[in-house]
């Protein structure tokens, strides 16, 4: 599964962003039964999710997310969004978008890089 992320780069704290995550190779009746999800890396840190969402839209955050943070997805476009407000510093890592099929394999897209100035 290839997942074509982008839309990462350096904004000032308070600033906003919107990364997307496109599957042109995915057909859509595939891509609807996966679950989309985006992840982050801090330098030196594990990776950890940030945002999920299930096929028909039921989403999850992680707690450092919640209010700033907001993930979508066009099935029929195959293409998942984290639209990001109020960045702070603490934010910056590498964002990686995830497919995860309902057999409990995941995908990963290739990394899209946000870096939030103080």
């Known amino acids: 599964v290839q997942l074509q992320a982008s839309g990462g780069g350096l904004v000032q704290a308070g600033g906003s962003l919107r990364l997307s995550c496109a599957a042109p190779?995915?057909?859509?009746?595939?891509?609807?039964?996966?679950?989309m999800g985006w992840y982050r890396q801090a330098p030196g840190s594990e990776r950890e999710p940030v945002a999920t969402i299930t096929s028909n839209g039921v989403t999850n955050y992680a707690d450092s997310t919640k209010g700033r943070f907001t993930i979508s997805r066009d099935n029929s476009r195959k293409t998942v969004w984290l639209r990001m407000n109020s960045l702070e510093p603490e934010d910056t890592a590498v964002y990686y978008c995830?497919?995860?099929?309902?057999?409990?394999?995941?995908?990963w897209g290739q990394g899209t890089l946000v870096t939030v100035s103080s």
């Open positions: 995830s497919a995860d099929r309902d057999n409990g394999e995941r995908y």
């Open positions: 190779r995915l057909i859509t009746s595939t891509y609807i039964t996966y679950k």
